[in-house]
């Protein structure tokens, strides 16, 4: 019995950590400069629409960063340079993706881990509770709450 429990929560813990690589884990960018422009495009978000992103509005802004994105991967600046250009104008909200290093990870990471650990918290109260034995009142607990309830 304990060793099934082990593994299961091995096993969840593999999968949290799995799933917080992952998260971290460096994706490899296209090679050409215009799938390059459109993959910035689609992080970076449009300044004047709620929660879209430069590549899905059609705001005359968003138009002009697809553009100057465009002028910037043919011009051979890199992605990091690019995306801090925009930072250093706009500020970090103008990122939809959160960063994946420093700050961003610990912002975005923090709350899963918290989660983690409170579940497993609960878990671990839930199993300790059911491991204890049931009180039951004896004969003289009742007659001490019969004569309390009467007098």
Same mark, same amino acid.
């Given at each position: 019995?304990?060793?099934?429990?082990?593994?299961?929560?091995?096993?969840?813990?593999?999968?949290?950590?799995?799933?917080?690589? #992952?998260?971290? #884990?460096?994706?490899?960018?296209?090679?050409?400069?215009?799938?390059?422009?459109?993959?910035?495009?689609?992080?970076?978000?449009?300044? !004047?629409?709620?929660?879209?992103?430069?590549? !899905? *509005?059609?705001?005359?802004?968003?138009?002009?960063?697809?553009? !100057?994105?465009?002028?910037?991967?043919?011009?051979?600046? *890199?992605?990091?340079?690019?995306? *801090?250009?925009?930072?250093?104008?706009?500020?970090?909200?103008?990122?939809?993706?959160?960063?994946?290093?420093?700050?961003?990870?610990?912002?975005?990471?923090?709350?899963?881990?918290?989660?983690?650990?409170?579940?497993?918290?609960?878990?671990?109260?839930?199993?300790?509770?059911?491991?204890?034995?049931?009180?039951?009142?004896?004969?003289? !607990?009742?007659?001490?709450?019969?004569?309390?309830?009467?007098?």
């Amino acid at each position: 019995m304990r060793g099934r429990r082990f593994l299961t929560w091995g096993g969840a813990a593999l999968l949290i950590l799995g799933a917080l690589v #992952w998260a971290a #884990w460096p994706s490899s960018g296209p090679q050409t400069s215009a799938d390059r422009a459109h993959e910035l495009a689609t992080e970076i978000r449009c300044p !004047d629409c709620q929660g879209l992103s430069a590549e !899905d *509005s059609s705001s005359s802004s968003a138009q002009a960063i697809r553009a !100057d994105l465009a002028r910037r991967t043919k011009a051979g600046e *890199s992605d990091a340079e690019i995306r *801090s250009v925009y930072v250093a104008r706009y500020g970090l909200s103008i990122l939809l993706k959160p960063q994946s290093s420093g700050l961003g990870l610990l912002v975005w990471g923090l709350p899963v881990l918290v989660f983690a650990l409170g579940a497993a918290g609960l878990a671990l109260a839930f199993a300790r509770w059911r491991r204890e034995p049931r009180l039951h009142a004896t004969n003289a !607990d009742e007659a001490l709450v019969d004569g309390v309830r009467s007098g």
